[in-house]
């Protein structure tokens, strides 16, 4: 049984920086790559990161490239999403994710197995 549980989400301004945590209770948390994805009011969940097994191997949504960065510590089974310079746009629930048989990670949602229950991050004008 495999449970995601993020932190770090909050209210910041323009300009600002988050970094969001996902504490995962897993045997194996190396057999897992991961991501971040969010959900906007109104919107679908979109990708913003994924991350390979060993965290040598990461990938972007164009929206946030040069601005997230997505890393992985082995050692305490925890996924971390720095976010700088932070939008309005950026405004949404986050969800980190586990995927099985895609070693090096992926960008669709629907081959991610497993699911926290998301935490809000709210950028303000």
């Known amino acids: 049984q495999v449970q995601l549980v993020e932190s770090g989400g909050g209210l910041v301004q323009a300009g600002g920086s988050l970094r969001l945590s996902c504490a995962a209770s897993?045997?194996?948390?190396?057999?897992?790559?991961m991501g971040w994805f969010r959900q906007a009011p109104g919107k679908e969940r979109e990708f913003v990161a994924t991350?390979?097994?060993?965290?040598?191997?990461?990938s972007y949504a164009d929206s946030v490239k040069g601005r997230f960065t997505i890393s992985r510590d082995n050692a305490k089974n925890t996924l971390y999403l720095q976010m700088n310079s932070l939008k309005p746009e950026d405004t949404a629930v986050y969800y980190c994710?586990?995927?099985?048989?895609?070693?090096?990670?992926?960008?669709?949602?629907?081959?991610?197995?497993?699911w926290g229950q998301g935490t809000q991050v709210t950028v303000s004008s």
């Open positions: 991350i390979s097994w060993n965290g040598g191997r990461t």
């Open positions: 994710a586990a995927v099985q048989g895609s070693p090096f990670g992926t960008t669709s949602s629907s081959e991610y197995a497993y």
């Open positions: 897993v045997p194996t948390f190396t057999t897992y790559a």
